[in-house]
């Protein structure tokens, strides 16, 4: 029997549902832990790790700070217990199903109730379920769990191996990538109670999932199905209420699915952010019998159709995802986990990730295979906000085992996670790895590791078996036709390699490993770019917290620790000599290596765009960082935008203008991501450095959604004589009153004589200042305690007023700009 209904927004008020089935954290109850030769057992918090129970405890320094970092690897060698007590009442023994929910043990646990051993854990990424009604006692119940090095296990997994896999022990612990260090991150091999543990009671019948799928999805009607797995312990009639609705059922005890569909009159249609509102509908249901309410679920979805489009052309096959029908160039970054010691993630944390990436005009991230499957906070926050997901699952730069222990551990995570991720209306696609495959084609493995033939022959076929059967077909007995979008491994070819620009999806690394110039970045694109960065200096400040002011110099130890490629700071200062100036003073470098990182960002985005609808995706390496450290991303530890967060922000807006030069002159080039036609003029301005007028020209333009649009053309015979190196071309679009604003200059910003400059600031409202300038400004920054500004690292002209929004009232303004480098 089909319901209609008609939908409106629904708001998700405090509501206390109460039921017959119940459940307790034990995350506040009194844990303690130690190292197992110890006899001390000393505080833990739980959700924790043991690095932070240390920490907490002063039994080790700060983690992050200095050179701490290797004074404190012994930590992942030990195995440590942890151990807490809980009482059980007559009431709450009664229940006829009690389980033992474990949502996070990072990796190897053994665990034990009342000295009986109910648990072997060996995933940090599965959910733990274990029956303890016949465990349990009334009054006080004594729960241990002992955590092993899941360094020694790996290291002992390797040794039965006949040849040596890339990236030795970590590849054996289905455990986050990361922890073993990167060229980003730190390495501390946690261990621990990182997500609560949980008594659940039932009786007669509870609601083990809820699965939502889409059957047909018009203008005037959506048809969408509820698929409930109830386990059952008294058969009978049972009803499902939506709201007041009842849909009823003939039950049988055990595992039971059984569907509820639902119309919907005139969908409201879920949008990615810059398209439209991500509107979500709240459905109310629950498990009830004879009236007995035993069960509720919330759930929360998004009506919107996601394909991705792989089609042959003239040059190769096209990579690219429709939304709704429309086909959608995807902007934004790849995401890796928050923190080394994943428990210090709060839900704000995640909320302003996911703020940070809408401000910066994105609407996709990648969740990064090296990492962890995100806390569900993350997921909500992307599904309110319009922010795609690319899922990765858990898999990075290395070759994994095929033995069928391993093989079964990992399909039961992928039942875990996908199962408890698949109603997220932002999940677009489920990728397989992370550059395991390039790895193996491209990275020489195989001579590195004396592979012989028979060697290299298991090893691809237990890739296959794991990338292209196993998780695939797991895919398959989870979700539907339609939602079902796997690519096995990204990128899907390496980029040294002619096809990776033609087909599929491209990590490009000539800029930064290759060291090829930023300009490379304009003829090395491919049909959606999933990967490529460089490297900037977080703000100082953050530097500050982490290092001692003795040691903030690039000859320290402690320094040194905070960049963890191991030709960071030669690359970084080789593009700088190459586009910038060197600043001898450590926090000058700092501001010049953020405008650096910025200016290369702003070239390859360009670039990409330029090359809508050939490319249809641009996400770059990488969103944050989990520690304080100079690397690829735009947003460090503490949240801070970088110069390049800035740039993003700009180079994603929806409509974008870009100037391109050639011998002959300038193109001036529009791109319209937003979802209707821009109509507008177009005026252009050549400029020198003191405001004073050269050349101007004027356009109509209407820059169509479908690909980009060349709106002006300008000969240099056209221009009157002008000074490259004191000159600009000032461009602004006027569309609907809005003002798009771009620049272009003819030489390197170390080639340009910038006069130094007059600014005057004022104080226009509570949390507004207005800039003046009587000569250009380059890369304008401004600083004022932890005040955010909504615009900065920008060029200031003179002649025209900027007013710059803060987030509070800021006092003690500092400026500090690229005149300040040039003239050290």
Known sequence: ???????????????????????????????????????????????????????????????????????????????????????????ELKNQNTILQFEGLDTYAEVFLNNEKILDANNMFRTWKVDVKNNLKVGKNNLKIVFKSAVEIGKAKAQKLPCTLPEKERIFSRKAQYHFGWDWGPRFVTSGIYRPIKLLFWNNATIENVRFEQNELGNNLAKVNFSFTINVQ???????????????????????????????????????????????????????????????????????????????????????FKLNGKPVFMKGANYIPPDSFLPSTTTST?????????????????????????EDAFYDECDKNGILVWQDFMFACAMYPGDEEFLDNVKNEVIDNVTRLQNHPSIALWCGNNENDEGW????????????????????NDYEKLF?????????????????????????????????????????WGVWWGKEPFEIYKQKVGRFMSEYGFQGMPNFETLEKVIPKEDLNFTSDAFKNHQKHPTGFETINEYMSRDFPVPKSIEKYNYVSQILQAYGMKTAIEAHRLAKPYCM???????????????????????????????VKESFAPTLLVVTE?????????????????????????????GKELWTASKQCSLTTEKNNNCMDILFTELPKFAKEKTVLQLEFICKNKKIVAYHYFVKPKDLQLEKPTIEMKIVGETLIELKTNTLVKNLYLQSNDSFFKENYFDLLPGISKIIKTNKPSVNIKMVSLFDMLNE
């Open 1 to 91: 029997m089909k319901r209609q209904f008609k939908f409106l927004i629904l708001m998700l008020l405090p509501l206390i549902l109460w039921s017959q089935n119940s459940e307790r954290n034990l995350n506040s109850e009194n844990w303690s832990f130690k190292k197992i030769s110890d006899s001390n057992w000393l505080p833990a918090k739980v959700p924790g790790t043991v690095h932070t129970d240390l920490y907490n405890n002063k039994i080790i320094p700060n983690p992050f700070f200095g050179n701490n970092e290797k004074d404190l690897q012994w930590i992942e060698n030990e195995t440590w217990e942890y151990q807490t007590s809980f009482k059980i009442s007559k009431e």
């Open 234 to 320: 008294n058969a009978g009639d049972y009803v499902i209420k939506m709201d007041i609705m009842p849909f009823r059922f003939k039950l049988k005890k055990g595992i039971n699915v059984v569907n509820v569909p639902i119309e919907i009159k005139n969908p409201i249609l879920w949008w990615c952010n810059g398209l439209g509102v991500p509107h979500q509908y709240l459905f109310r249901f629950s498990l009830e019998k004879n009236n007995d309410k035993l069960d509720d679920k919330l759930i929360k979805v998004g009506l919107r159709t996601i394909e991705l489009i792989q089609e042959k052309d003239s040059v190769g096959k096209s990579f690219y």
């Open 350 to 374: 995640y909320k302003d990730i996911v703020q940070n990436a809408v401000d910066a005009n994105m609407n996709m991230l990648r969740v990064w295979g090296g990492g962890v499957y995100a």
């Open 441 to 460: 084609k491209n990275w020489g493995w195989q001579k590195q590791f004396k592979y012989s033939k028979q060697d290299s022959i298991q090893i691809w």
């Open 468 to 508: 292209h059967q196993l998780i695939p077909k797991t895919l398959d007995s989870l979700l539907s036709k339609k939602e079902n979008r796997y690519w096995p491994s990204s990128p899907s070819i390496g980029w040294g390699k002619k096809e990776s620009l033609t087909q599929g999806d491209s990590h490009y």
């Open 617 to 647: 995706g641009s996400l770059y390496w990488q969103l944050n960082d989990c520690w304080p450290v100079t690397s690829w991303s735009t947003l460090d530890y503490y949240g801070n935008w970088k110069a390049s967060h800035y740039q």
């Open 662 to 690: 050639n011998t002959n002159g300038l193109s001036v080039v529009g791109s319209n991501d937003n979802i209707e036609v821009q109509k507008g003029t177009l005026n252009a301005k050549l400029i020198d450095f003191s």
